[in-house]
């Protein structure tokens, strides 16, 4: 009789344990983008990252697709490379000519990488309703962001001494 | 001269003495870890999630709810001068989730549940049921022992889940229903910075290395601990002191891997 009473027990605590791991991951853990799911990287160069990090998030108006997954330096421009990483559920969303921004959240928060959706020309749009060039397996045509491609529009981040810099400079040639 | 001597003699001693004793530890770990995939033994174990595991809950589901409530009041009080009330959600989350809980369910835990296996193991030692069991071709360390191992390793991680879940709730009772921070707030800024691998899984990671920590030294006090009434209150209070330094030593080292960059 008692062991069956500690079974039962035991049992309840670990029902308890299975609904605090359950609150956890449906409550408090971050869900959009778990680093579960699947993503392609894309590449690209900054002048100066400021205070950007990996695992900083990348944002369309401020809806979460990708994360940034490694910051480098290139070996012979000695520019910055960051490598993002987007979720595939935004793949062939958006074009190539797509700007990144390293922004800032709030006065004091922490930097992120904004996306501005670029546009796409006319002929292109057609190209991929006819020579379907986004479904192939060289994507080199695909007038989207894909696999391994590079963003050459970038702006970086904002850097106060240089801005308290230039007005300086601007005051004093006055 | 004869003083050098006595000197070294007594350095070497009790070198020998502690070497001895982690080769020891080593054997009682080995033994204890290994002897555990069997079926017939499951009872036991089961029995002793029941001391260790369950008879905890009460200790570890008050002090996650007063660790959460005082983490919010706190929290609250710092943010709300800089008008950031509103990241008192993943504050207490992230706190709760990646230090406290762990750390704090561990020292519980060696002080409720690593005292008790040691005065136990100890006075079955001292009563000589350990020889006994011996005596009838029974393996101490098989039977006694490593139920008591696995028993504790499974047990922590989850009181430490529920420690953390609690604390959250905790935290939501005094900045939501209390100070009046926004509930929206609250779970949406939480959910936007807490990472499930990073934070959750990293905390019991953290909770499993300590439970192994506090059931290693608590069953090697009890099973080496000199067999007088003395030698069991001596061991008990080693195993407290002991372990709980190692937690929070090892949550250092294990904080530096895991967050460091």
Known sequence: MTTRKTETLVGLFVALAIAATMLLALRVVNQGMAGNSETFTVKARFDNIGGLKPRSSVKVGGVVVGRVERIYLHKTDLVPIVELQISTEYANTFPDTSSLSILTSGLLGEQFIGLLPGFIFPEDLARIEEDKVCETTSLNNCPYLTEGEEVFDTKSALILEDLIGQILFKQGSE | ?261
């Not at chain 2, 296996?117 to 393996?139: H, R």
Request: proline share 3%; net charge neutral.
């Open chain 2, 1 to 261: 001269m004869n003083f050098l001597v006595n000197y070294f003699s007594g350095l070497g001693k009790s070198t020998l003495n502690r070497v001895n004793g982690v080769g020891a530890a080593s054997i009682m770990l080995y033994g204890a870890l290994f002897a555990f995939p069997q079926w017939k033994n499951i009872r036991l174990t089961i029995s002793q999630i029941y001391i260790v595991g369950v008879q905890s809950l009460l200790i570890v589901m008050v002090s996650g709810l007063f660790i959460g409530m005082v983490m919010a009041l706190q929290g609250y009080t710092i943010l709300v001068n800089y008008g950031a009330e509103g990241s008192l959600g993943p504050m207490v989350a992230l706190s709760i989730l990646r230090e406290l809980g762990p750390v704090v369910t561990a020292l519980l835990f060696a002080g409720r549940a690593g005292s008790a296996l040691t005065a136990e193991i100890g006075l079955m030692k001292a009563t000589e049921q350990l020889s006994s069991l011996e005596m009838m071709a029974i393996d101490p360390l098989r039977r006694v022992v490593s139920p008591r191992f696995w028993a504790g390793i499974i047990s922590l991680p989850m009181l430490t889940l529920i420690f953390s879940a609690i604390g959250i709730l905790g935290g939501h009772l005094v900045g939501v229903d209390w100070l009046g921070v926004d509930a929206g707030s609250y779970w949406s800024i939480m959910q936007a910075t807490v990472e499930w691998d990073k934070d959750v899984v990293n905390g019991i990671i953290k909770s499993a290395v300590f439970a192994l920590v506090i059931v290693w030294i608590a069953l090697y006090k009890g099973y080496s601990c000199i067999p007088t009434s003395e030698g069991i209150s001596q061991a008990t209070t080693q195993t407290v002191v002991y372990s709980s330094l190692a937690i929070l030593g090892l949550d250092f080292i294990l904080t530096a891997l895991m967050f460091g960059i």
